[in-house]
């Protein structure tokens, strides 16, 4: 193989490991907050607003809030 065939194998690799690490740092971006209110993102509205029926009804209350719904089929 001569030196020539090393610098065009070299630039596809190079394109390669570069993307991968940008993708890296673009999930880790991404996944560092997971409470930012993203359609991927934990739905802490509904799970506290879940919290708090489920305690109401420990307590035997009867005016509980209404669940949360998902809006365009994202919950939040």
Known sequence: MSPIWGHWIAVPFIALVGWVFIMMELIGD???????????DIPMLALCRTIE?????MLDETDLPPA????NHVLM
């Open 53 to 57: 029926i489920d305690l109401r009804e």
């Open 30 to 40: 991404y996944s560092e907050n997971p409470f930012e209110g993203l359609g991927n």
């Open 68 to 71: 949360i719904e998902p809006v």
